[in-house]
């Protein structure tokens, strides 16, 4: 057997005063204390899925023309205005079996048109009647309306408003607002 120091021995039990010392001083962590709260219960609503239209909802009705939008951009053309109090007889846009037809400014037209899958809508020349305007908006001339209806592409009911959009060789996007 080995013979140790007394200094050797004495390292040795304060190192192991020291790891005795060391565990007993360990604490364990506090545990924080639970407390009661109110919870609210908020309750899951369904998703509202969009309404679903369908063509069936536009012919037989006469819309007319609310608001025009070139590139998103508002033309200024709104049937509301005060300076517009008599267009309640032009730009209106109604539906049957075969044909668009309508009311410009001031001629009547009519045009064969198809509406087809996923809001499609083709509708072909305008022709209309050859009355000559008393007066001409700056906002919309009745060429340029005849020649957004006829270069239509899509329709759509949004907030029981029809949105006819189309798109000129241009490639200026319009979108057409009708009310009942």
Do not use: H
Not at 9 to 25: E, G
Not at 76 to 94: K, V, W
Not at 147 to 158: C, K
Request: aromatic share 8%; charged share 25%.
């Amino acid at each position: 057997m080995k013979k140790m120091t007394l200094s050797a021995v004495l390292l040795q039990v304060m190192v192991i005063a020291i790891a005795i010392l060391a565990i007993s001083c360990k604490t364990t962590p506090a545990i924080p204390e639970v407390q009661e709260k109110e919870v609210e219960v908020v309750k899951i609503i369904e998703p509202i899925t969009p309404k679903t239209v369908s063509f069936s909802e536009v012919p037989d009705k006469e819309w007319k023309l609310i608001e025009v939008y070139v590139n998103e951009r508002n033309t200024g053309f709104t049937r509301n205005s005060p300076a517009n109090n008599n267009l309640q007889d032009i730009y209106t846009l109604s539906f049957s079996d075969e044909f668009v037809s309508g009311v410009g400014a001031p001629n009547r037209y009519s045009a064969p048109y198809t509406a087809g899958e996923d809001r499609t809508i083709i509708i072909e020349l305008v022709r209309a009647t050859l009355m000559a305007p008393i007066g001409e908006l700056s906002t919309l001339r009745e060429y340029d309306y005849f020649g957004y209806i006829q270069n239509a592409y899509r329709w759509d009911i949004v907030n029981d408003k029809l949105e006819i959009s189309s798109k000129l060789e241009n490639g200026n996007e319009i979108r057409l607002v009708f009310s009942l």
